[in-house]
C-alpha cells in the first residue's frame, strides 16, 4: 500500500539556519504530494502541496519539489524563525479517493 | 468561526464503556473524514464519507468502532467497550469534492 517516510526528529536549529527535512514516498499510479503542519495547540494545516512530477509547492518561505524518480519531496526553507517551531508531516494522497497517508512526523523547534 | 469543529476536545473514560465524538464540517463540504493520531506517529485514515454515504473503511476500524453521518452534514463515531489501545487522537477532516481537507482540532481520548 501507499507509504510516506519522513526525517526523524526533533530537529533543533537557530534563527535564520537552513531547514531541510526529508520525506520519500512509496505509492502506485501517481498520487499528490502534502506538507502539513501542526503549531502547538493547533490542528494539522495544509502549508504546501504539488499533484504532478517536477511541481513545486511553495508557501509561508517553504518550499518542496515532487521528484518522481527519487520518490521524494523534501521540504526546505532557507532562513527559519522561532514561529516555525512546529510539527511537521509529508503526505500523499492517491487521486482515486483522495484519502491522506501521512509520515511519522518531524518536530522542529527553532531556538532564538 | 466557520472551521471544522470537533466535541468533545478531551475525554476520559473508563476500559469497557462506550464513547461518542462529534464532528461538524465546514458548512457544504461533501466529504468528511476521519483519522486517528497515537502519540508519535502521524494520522491514520479510519473512515470517509461523500455526503451521507459511508464510501471506504480501514482495517484499522475493528467492530467496536461505527461512524455515521445521517444528513450529509454532521457526523460522529463511537467506540464500544473501549480498550487501552483506542487511547488516541481521532481528527477529523472535510473538504469541497476532492479539494483539499480541513482538519478540525480533535478529540483526544484517554481510556483508564
Known amino acids: 500500500g501507499d507509504s510516506v517516510t519522513q526525517m526523524e526528529g526533533p530537529v533543533t536549529l537557530s534563527e535564520e539556519a537552513f531547514l531541510t527535512i526529508n520525506c520519500t514516498y512509496t505509492a502506485t499510479g501517481y498520487p499528490s504530494l502534502f506538507w502539513y503542519v501542526q503549531y502547538p495547540g493547533e490542528g494539522l494545516q495544509l502549508l504546501l502541496k504539488a499533484t504532478k512530477a517536477d511541481d513545486k509547492g511553495s508557501n509561508k518561505g517553504f518550499e518542496a519539489t515532487y521528484r518522481k524518480e527519487t520518490t521524494s519531496f523534501h521540504l526546505e526553507k532557507g532562513s527559519v524563525q522561532v514561529s516555525d517551531s512546529a510539527v511537521y508531516f509529508c503526505?500523499?494522497?492517491?487521486?482515486?479517493?483522495?484519502?491522506?497517508?501521512f509520515g511519522a512526523g518531524t518536530t522542529v523547534t527553532v531556538r532564538a | 468561526d466557520t472551521g471544522v469543529s470537533q466535541n468533545p476536545r478531551h475525554k476520559i473514560t473508563k476500559r469497557g464503556q462506550n464513547v461518542t465524538f462529534r464532528c461538524d464540517p465546514i458548512s457544504e463540504h461533501n466529504r468528511l473524514y476521519w483519522y486517528r493520531q497515537t502519540l508519535g506517529q502521524g494520522p491514520e485514515f479510519l473512515t470517509y464519507?461523500?455526503?451521507?454515504?459511508?464510501?471506504?473503511k480501514s482495517r484499522l476500524l475493528s467492530d467496536r468502532f461505527s461512524a455515521e453521518r445521517p444528513k450529509g452534514s454532521f457526523s460522529t463515531l463511537e467506540i464500544q467497550r473501549t480498550e487501552q489501545g483506542d487511547s488516541a487522537m481521532y481528527l477529523c477532516?472535510?473538504?469541497?469534492?476532492?479539494?483539499?481537507?480541513?482538519f478540525g482540532p480533535g478529540t483526544r481520548l484517554t481510556v483508564l
Open positions: 477532516a472535510s473538504s469541497l469534492g476532492l479539494a483539499e481537507q480541513f
Open positions: 503526505a500523499l494522497s492517491d487521486r482515486d479517493d483522495y484519502k491522506l497517508s
Open positions: 464519507f461523500q455526503n451521507e454515504a459511508q464510501l471506504e
